[in-house]
């Protein structure tokens, strides 16, 4: 009797480990991670475009490329000037992701500031277009 106990349990035991790995793996099969191509919003995710009235583009010669293959909107916020330039916005949620081309060309070292907590990315890497940039 006791040896049916343990090998019941055993099997329970193993199942529950099973079934957690298995959960465990697809959480995190779907998800992008920082650095992955995302050209459309995972589920759970909206997508708002850089040409959305909402921001504030601040700083000179702001420009907006369009019909961006390169872009998931087909548009494109850009500057060519060294000054300091800044995008505000307004969100209510709990993560936001940020998402742009990434290229050699790009910023190392680029300052978000959320809820008045300092964060830096990078956009500068191998060439890819609508690549996961950052994610809190």
Known sequence: MLNNWKNGMSKLVLSLIVLVSFFSFQSNTYAASVGQALPTPE???QRIEDTNSTFVY???SWGTYTNNPLSSGLTQK???SPVLHTVKFNF???SIRMIGY??????TSIKITIDGTQYAY???G???GVTLLFEK
């Open 92 to 94: 209510i949620g709990k």
């Open 126 to 128: 191998t060439a890819q």
């Open 122 to 124: 990078s956009a500068n």
């Open 58 to 60: 601040e700083g000179p």
């Open 78 to 80: 850009y500057t060519l």
């Open 102 to 107: 990434r290229g050699l060309d790009r910023q």
């Open 43 to 45: 589920s759970g995710w």
